[in-house]
């Protein structure tokens, strides 16, 4: 919206001491630790935790969640996730000895195994009964993890309530190339994820970072699926082509879009799919790391941009270690999310229509973690299908000339609205026999 | 005063264990956050906040009583001062563009004017209501600023209070070259500002820094003017000549003193004027900057000190980046006022009569900020003089021989009465009417 | 102790989730600030403090038992140990300057002496009543001080208890090269002084950075002597030869062990001393830092173990500047006691029969906090001989052929108690007559 000023009879200006600049983070969406409210509502999935390519032969101290652990592989490969110290003396893990039934404390040997039993105390006596019923009653604490596609995926919650490991369809595209890649952000999880359902930015602030076209704004719609799934698209007329793009956050933070260099609108494509597969992970309250895979091929993006250089942009628009003066010179994802401050005060937003995916998936986070709290478990991606789970992150470009020289905007929404249902009613289908479906039921908008 | 140490009967040598090291600063001074009770009394006044020619084509992020604001100098050349964040998602102006009518946010484009007002909401669609809504409601907080003479001044309080910009009189004197600095203090306003008043810590700690004979302790008194003027004077006898100094302070943070340099008390001299005329301005409770011009000519130090370290030296007494060994070698101000810690404890200090000036001036700011609470404004400097306020920094060697061959300090004191006495008349004259004045009035002491 | 894992019935696998990390330390010994129950225990008693080597011409500004402090060697030689801050403005003494009579503040030349006494006012008129005053009643908070052997030590409890200094007898061992060294550790005190009174680490963390037969785990026991003396003995069968080597702790915080490189338990020894004389000095609850000789000589460590990298390794096993990558794959003290965290969370310790020293300890010094805090002051390592108090921390290398071919755990028990025995009757005597009696008695094991 374009106005005049409108220094109306209300308007004062240099009025910024009437008004208080700080406000009130929603705590309840940004506190991650165990035992806060949607701290255990995350606990309830997946997430990626480390790049397997960076895991060598010493233990890795990291943070997940809150939570300070140690990531090893032992020497029979078995990747071990527990907490940092010993159960002992509380001496770090970090500093373990990596042996090939588990990891042995650096101070006194006590030797643990993947799974958090205590396998040997070689300081006390053969026949302790103390260390005896220490050893059958205490263990370390432990995580599963399971390793895919250079990507370590860990799951933190309640061993009774763990969840399928879920597969994507996008995991699954034919000759795709997925590099994993991992971005630091020195800031809540919250509103680094909020950008993946707010296509309005992508005009505004990645204005010449990805293809031409995406600087336009389009016609934006937003759709809810199974509790889970909030769905942005934009609609954008370039000659006479119409491009829906579609970008897709699966809760708690799985995301997809579309591609960030391959398509610009000019050439007709059905169903390319997005530049990266993401995951938006919560180190703690005030950190939080993406985890991803940058797709390339025919459905995605050009194998030349497989080089850790683009993967950044892919990530954020821009490279990521640059010159404060670079960085205001073209500011990219990260600057405006850190920007921001370690936690936003989400209480001082002004949220309009070009933010209702944030509104809708904060909202449904909100419901989620009460019914939690309430004792329903979330719902898991797994349950719309349970071998490959589709996804809907992806670029269509449609030639449908101007009516009448002019598009409304009606005409936009109308084939978001089209383009979106073809995907929906291809929800029971998998790999080439959806895509053949998908594809026709474009061919014929 | 010089004494033997008197271990008498009740002196318990060792005593450290029965003496608390810590005591409890003076909160409702050294706090200056927006809705503190000094806080609000600061955010009566213009304060200088940047230097101008530090302002370059991209936002500044700034720190200023408590607030984190942006400072841009937008495509039409008007200075603006605007609250950290954007109002839509929090995104940091930092990153925004600088455009003819005001600074765009990185994030969404929003635009904004100098003055808060939001001109465009581009994200939305031209017919929103909720986006009008928000543009004839909301604003960015903002600031008046005042530039002038190399410095940006701005007024952080009521818009319906604002106060005249001040014009003392050593902005308009003839000839004096005035060069804009900043020198930054990891430590609260007070303990700096202290200083001002405090000539004895000149007879010790700038031993040797300064002009001979301002180790010299000399005869000293402090008058209080107005409600908001604290002056302190220190008459010393050099030979046949008296030299009498006037440091002064006029309320919050005003301050100036004599020349650096160019005066020893060797040479006749009427009213040379002040070697730095400077504000003291809080960055928060514990930082603060020293905004100020060095004063250079006739009336001042000799235009050969106009250097970047010789300001550091007026400022201080020392260069500012040195080693830990040369600080510890030949302390400046820096080392003094930061030694004492982030915020002094005010309560467990020892005030005599050398510190007479800072009792005088922390109880008048203690009244004026109980008057503002109570709902009386406190005094402007302009209430003295609508155009250009006189002031009384400066230097005046007069040539008085010994009496009897040894000053009494009833003489010493007389002079400093006499010549103070002499500005005061002189008040109401303006320029070059007043050094008229003043000269002649001091030619017959 | 070593077995199977029992992954039994009740064993449940990745049950991190139903295990909380964080445990609360034990906050009455962690804690050692003024007023803090442990924090007064330890007043009680003389703490080196600094490097007599270090102490140049400038005051030091150091941190001892929470409290900030400056000490410096006036003109006349005489050591002083003051508070940080000058009674008058509060600026910091680390900026005095030092002369023949004491330490006089930067920032208007106040003049202290050692003991505190304020021995000038030079700011205030000669005949000024409250500067009279002050200078009577007020003083700089201070504290003896006492230098030994290279080692500054002060006493900072109320003066009317201080202690004697306490000789011990390894100060006086003929012929010993006694080296002062410093070593900083980022934790709380008590999880390094852990380590005196458990051989237990000695056989893993230390595998292979001391003598070999020290990763050999031996037969430990623990003794209690006059209510301040914990002493652990570890003893291990070398061949014909059994190895007797004794650790001890003088509570607080004084600390001896055997030898580092000397004894391998393959030549007869009778009463090696210790590779170091060491006490464990708290700077904040967060920070300590071990003060120690390192012991060189025919009764100690090879002479040619006396550099500053061996006095490194003496202390923690390692170099201590090391990367990262060197500290996991041999990681000594300092990676184990740091990487516990700033304080440990003692309530999640599983403390065993390895650990029973540490017990013994903590125990010992909870009740005597507690009875210092009814008015009972703590034992003095005086108490026990006025002139030189014995010591115990030593090797002694017994030829005893393993009797059957296999010893049995109580044989090397019992060598423990004779070994202990011999060392307890010997209390009474002094220098060569005790060694006499000790080398005899043990010969006749």
Redesign the interface.
Known sequence: ????????A????????????QGEPDWELAKVG?GTVCGEYL?RYWHPIFLTGELGD??KLIRILG??LVLFRDRSRRIG?????C??????L??GRIEA?GIRC????WLF?I???I??????????P???K??????L????VHEYHGLIFA?????EE?PPFPIYDTFKLPDMVMTPYAVSFNCNWIQVL?AIVDP??T???HQGQFSDGLGE?GEIQFYERQKNRIIGTAARRVGDNIWVRVNELILPNFTQSGAAFAVDGTVEKYFGRSAFTRWMVPIDDEHCIAFSWGNFGERADPLEFNTPEELQRIEQGEPINRSY?Q???S?GDI???E???AI??HQ????????RGIMLYRRRIWRLCRDLAAGKPPPQPTDLAPNVIPTYGSDTVLKIPQPDGNDC?ALLKQINDQVMDIFFQADTLEGADRDRFVFEQLSQI
Do not use: W
Request: aromatic content about 8%.
């Open positions: 919206m374009t106005n005049q000023p409108s220094p109306n209300q308007f004062v200006p240099f009025n910024g001491y009437h008004q208080t600049q165990a606990r010493k233990p939570e300070q996730l527990v907490h940092k110290k159960p002992h003396r509380r001496a770090s970090e500093f039934r650096c101070y006194h040997g195994d799974h958090g039993a396998l040997e105390i070689p300081g006390e006596p053969a026949d302790s103390s260390a005896k220490i050893m059958q009653t205490e263990r604490g432990a995580y599963p799951y933190t919650g309640p061993p763990q909020d309005v930015h005009a505004f602030l704004l003066r960085k205001q010179q500011p600057e405006a999310v920007g921001i401050g936003s005060d001082k937003e002004h949220l309009l229509s070009g933010d905007p």
